[in-house]
């Protein structure tokens, strides 16, 4: 499908952000907006410094506003110390998800902001985590096991991630961080209502507090 990009741009400018105590202007996101392959014939006109891939002069054309992207799926990234404004299209709503979570994405300390762009609208504006090494490395491991999921592998992927989990109970993570820390990427496919991906997520959070009746899969003796 295509969705005109003058209007994505303005729902951007819409939103005040506390990281950035303002608000970006239509004209700001156009003027240094770095877009994806797919669409870098939209990109001719920056002036982008190379290797780093950041843009040091910006457009001078006006935003055509019939101008279109094509795509269901973006994500818009807002890297500040640069400054970088990224608009990166994926192929799936569980890409989407990928890219969310991936070492690049809301995790990363460089990150600013992050906002999932579905079917032209403007989705929850994720907020950058301050996790420990230890709860990113188990973001990407547990993340890694969702990703496989498929019709048949459910029960399959619940013991890899009760392994997973007690791994990281043994390297020092608490109960509470521990369920902290998966709850966000419960909350992640909740957002972008990927339902059987946030059901393996939340049986992962049964196992860290305890309230499924089977004692044998809790991770800790006493239910949070």
């Known amino acids: 499908m295509n969705y005109n990009l003058t209007s994505i741009l303005q729902q951007l400018s819409a939103i005040h952000f506390k990281e950035i105590e303002g608000e970006f202007t239509t004209h700001e996101l156009w003027e240094w907006m770095l877009f994806d392959k797919e669409n870098s014939i939209l990109n001719k006109s920056l002036q982008i410094h190379q290797p780093s891939g950041v843009p040091i002069n910006g457009r001078v054309t006006e935003l055509n506003k019939n101008l279109s992207i094509t795509g269901n799926y973006y994500c818009f990234t807002y890297i500040a110390h640069q400054p970088a404004y990224h608009l990166h299209k994926v192929n799936s709503v569980d890409e989407l998800a990928n890219l969310i979570l991936a070492k690049s994405g809301v995790t990363n300390w460089f990150t600013t902001i992050i906002i999932p762009i579905v079917k032209g609208k403007i989705g929850t504006i994720l907020k950058k985590q ?38 990281y109970k043994n390297l020092g993570i608490s109960q509470q961080n521990m369920y902290n820390t998966i709850h966000f990427i419960s909350q992640i496919y909740q957002r972008l209502n990927i339902d059987n991906k946030q059901d393996l997520a939340d049986e992962f959070l049964d196992y860290i507090s305890g309230y499924i009746g089977d004692k044998k899969c809790w991770i800790w003796d006493k239910p949070l």
């Not at 993340?143 to 592998?153: A, G, K, R, V």
């Open 130 to 167: 301050k996790f420990t090494a230890t709860e990113t490395c188990l973001i990407n491991e547990i993340q890694e096991i969702i990703t496989s999921l498929d019709n048949f592998n459910f029960n399959k992927l619940t013991k890899q991630g009760h392994f997973c989990l007690l791994k």
